[in-house]
């Protein structure tokens, strides 16, 4: 079954330490990954995606096949980040399959 | 462009009351779909379109109707809404396979 684990409900780091938000997922096929983010009060809106291979806003993501995770990491956390994060996989069908999300808080 | 609007943002039902959530998108996107947010579940897929008069079951589609006449609405139908659909519900679209999916604001549902 296509499944999508964050196992870390609530992750709370001090400004300046790294980040690291845990995903793993279940698919047969080669999926394509995403992490969204969504700030207070604003939208869902996407981070980043696997193919693009891309930093954004000082996050990565890298596609590990063999532990079927797609961690999402900063070196250096900032207040500003503190917000929910999904990690989501596409199906061949094109339908997106969530996580159950984390939230980080960055602390001051 | 507005992007995605829904509306409305809150509603209070009583059970088996039916309603439409609007979802509405300037994009010229064709693909669309529809997601409800639990607390601890993420976000669920209940119905999908991937172009105007198509449209197709998610992962929790009971009690939940769509149609998509045209490329820019997707209506959700609840027909006779229960406490378990009390949730937040976000509609989205993107243009396609593995774009990037753009929401809309939410709707947050309570059935009584």
């Known amino acids: 079954a296509q499944r999508v684990t964050q196992p870390e409900k609530l992750l709370s780091v001090f400004k300046g330490a790294p980040v690291e938000l845990k995903c793993n997922y279940s698919?047969?096929?080669?999926?394509?990954l995403f992490w969204y983010v969504q700030y207070s009060r604003q939208r869902l809106q996407l981070l980043l995606r696997?193919?693009s291979r891309e930093s954004i806003k000082g996050f990565t993501a890298d596609l590990n096949k063999g532990e079927t995770s797609f961690h999402l990491k900063k070196p250096f956390a900032q207040e500003e980040d503190s917000a929910m994060y999904y990690c989501?996989?596409?199906?061949?069908?094109?339908?997106?399959?969530f996580g159950s999300g984390t939230r980080l808080l960055v602390r001051p | 462009n507005a992007g995605v609007t829904q509306t409305p943002k809150f509603q209070v039902l009583k059970t088996g009351q039916s309603m439409t959530l609007q979802c509405a998108q300037d994009?010229?996107?064709?693909?669309m779909s529809w997601y409800r947010q639990d607390p601890g579940m993420g976000l669920r897929l209940i119905h999908y379109s991937v172009g105007a008069g198509i449209t197709d079951q998610g992962e929790v589609p009971n009690g939940y109707n769509v149609s998509r006449s045209t490329t820019e609405d997707f209506p959700l139908r609840l027909l006779s809404a229960a406490p378990s659909q009390t949730s937040v519900y976000f509609c989205?679209?993107?243009?396609?396979?593995?774009?990037?999916?753009?929401f809309g604001p939410g709707t947050r549902l309570t059935v009584l």
């Open positions: 989205a679209s993107s243009t396609g396979k593995g774009a990037e999916q753009f």
């Open positions: 994009m010229n996107h064709e693909y």
């Open positions: 696997h193919i």
């Open positions: 989501a996989l596409m199906d061949s069908s094109y339908k997106l399959i």
């Open positions: 698919y047969s096929g080669s999926p394509e």
